[in-house]
């Protein structure tokens, strides 16, 4: 049974293939930041019940948010015909100022490396493999 907590909103809810494509922010303390992540529910989740759901993960590649996956994957008719739930959160920490964030692509607010860092100022935000390890919501939607 899903519960939004106190510091989880929703951002979009659409309609697709007959279950809903969400997209939820939330403040993350173990990042500093706000973080997005995209939750697709096939047609017969029902928050009301206990029945169990398959759910997939998808973690992005460099440069990549929820969106890129969400709009271009096409995931949503695979999720829809098989039951399965998919989360897809954003790879990278935004909006932390850190020198050069917003000049290099392949190492700023779009670097999607599964690494954690070990020097300052970055190893207080790009600490992502222990964060995704971690912070992924195993029975979340299960």
Same mark, same amino acid.
């Given at each position: 049974?899903?519960?939004?907590?106190t510091?989880e909103? %929703?951002v979009? #809810?659409?309609?697709? +293939?007959?279950?809903?494509? $969400?997209?939820?922010?939330?403040?993350?303390?173990? @990042?500093? *930041?706000?973080?997005?992540?995209?939750?697709? @529910?096939?047609?017969?989740?029902?928050?009301?019940?206990?029945?169990? +759901?398959? /759910?997939l993960?998808? @973690?992005s %590649?460099?440069? *990549?948010?929820?969106?890129n996956? /969400?709009?271009k994957s096409g995931?949503? $008719?695979? =999720?829809a015909?098989h039951?399965?739930?998919? /989360? !897809?959160?954003d790879?990278?920490?935004? %909006?932390?100022?850190?020198?050069?964030?917003?000049?290099?692509?392949?190492?700023?607010s %779009?670097a999607?490396f599964?690494?954690? =860092?070990?020097?300052?100022?970055?190893? #207080?935000?790009?600490?992502? $493999? $222990?964060?995704?390890? !971690?912070? @992924?919501?195993?029975?979340?939607?299960s």
């Amino acid at each position: 049974k899903h519960v939004v907590s106190t510091q989880e909103y %929703g951002v979009s #809810k659409h309609k697709f +293939f007959g279950g809903e494509q $969400r997209v939820y922010q939330h403040v993350s303390s173990e @990042l500093s *930041c706000d973080m997005k992540f995209g939750v697709y @529910l096939p047609p017969n989740y029902s928050s009301e019940t206990s029945e169990k +759901f398959p /759910i997939l993960y998808f @973690l992005s %590649g460099l440069t *990549c948010t929820e969106e890129n996956f /969400i709009n271009k994957s096409g995931m949503q $008719r695979f =999720a829809a015909k098989h039951g399965v739930v998919v /989360i !897809n959160p954003d790879t990278s920490p935004r %909006g932390s100022d850190h020198p050069k964030e917003h000049v290099d692509w392949d190492f700023g607010s %779009g670097a999607g490396f599964y690494v954690d =860092a070990t020097a300052e100022p970055w190893k #207080k935000q790009w600490y992502q $493999r $222990r964060v995704r390890g !971690n912070y @992924l919501p195993v029975n979340h939607y299960s």
